[in-house]
């Protein structure tokens, strides 16, 4: 792969901050290099507890649980697969609540996509394959570092940042927690729910979020309670983001009351931040 040729076409010019600070090649691989040592860990960890809870709680098997790290490798949504198919739950709606979990990336993908401009198409359907909030942080921040793209650069921070150490880790987790015959003696029985309670708190940035987990867990313990619990885990799946949508966002008036009191003119940037959307996993 020729990443000075296909990677080097230069973005737009970026109005909203200020110019890249360009560094050689080979230095900003090895600032890309450091910065990828943190996420490499914690990537692993949470590797290990889905291949335990796709052996415990899914009941995969091995072959399974890997082609869901390597085909879907979407980590908190292959949580969420997991549990909803312990549930029983039906397959479209599994389908339809993962991708819901996964929407984000569309924002990612068109902010990468002005740096990718001259990678052919099919080989951005397969960098696509790999892109993780991790991947696109990192490689975002490197191709600023470089000031231009570098394809071999994100190869770098996707494969190696996130899709080895995950595929890696599923299979120590499942080999592990297919040793263990009965996990709940050693408190394994709750690894799952404390990761996907972590995961639901790594999410919450703002009282949206809060909301949104609230409604949807309420949602479905009454749900679960009067009716079923499969119908439960979708009902509140659905309707607990709708209900944190309704909720005003108060960021916009907040820039606006700085704005006023300090006496700045001009309009304000209330859009998305993009680069600062956070996942802990894939």
Known sequence: MNAAGAGSAHPPDEPDGPGPVTL????????????????????????????LSAAQRGHFSLVETVAMSVIVFAG????????????????????????LLNIRHLLY?????????????????????????????????????????DVGGYWLAAIGSTFIPWNIATIVGFLGGQSIVAPERFGLDVVFPA??????????????????????????????LAWDARIAVVAGGLLGPLVGLAVPERRAATRRGAS?????????DDGPDVAGARDPLP
Not at 32 to 41: C, E, P, R, T
Not at 89 to 98: D, G, N, R, S
Not at 127 to 133: E, R
Request: proline share 4%.
């Open 195 to 224: 990761a996907m309670a972590g995961l639901a708190v790594g999410l919450v940035t703002g009282r949206r979020e809060i909301v949104a987990i609230g409604a949807g867990v309420t949602i479905s313990l009454v749900v679960a």
């Open 260 to 268: 006023a009191g300090s006496g700045a003119s001009g309009p304000t």
């Open 109 to 149: 993908s068109a902010a990468l996509a002005p740096w990718f401009k001259a990678v052919p198409r099919a080989r951005r359907a397969v960098m696509a394959h790999v892109l993780t909030d991790e991947a696109f942080a990192l490689s975002l921040a490197h191709f600023r570092r470089l000031g231009r793209a």
């Open 24 to 51: 050689s090649l080979g230095a900003a691989r090895r600032r890309l290099a450091v910065d990828m040592l943190g996420i490499v860990a914690s990537t692993s960890a949470f590797g290990v507890v889905f291949g």
């Open 76 to 99: 908190a949504s292959q949580f969420a697969g997991v549990s909803l198919v312990a549930a029983g739950t039906p397959w479209p709606a599994i389908v339809l609540l993962t991708g």
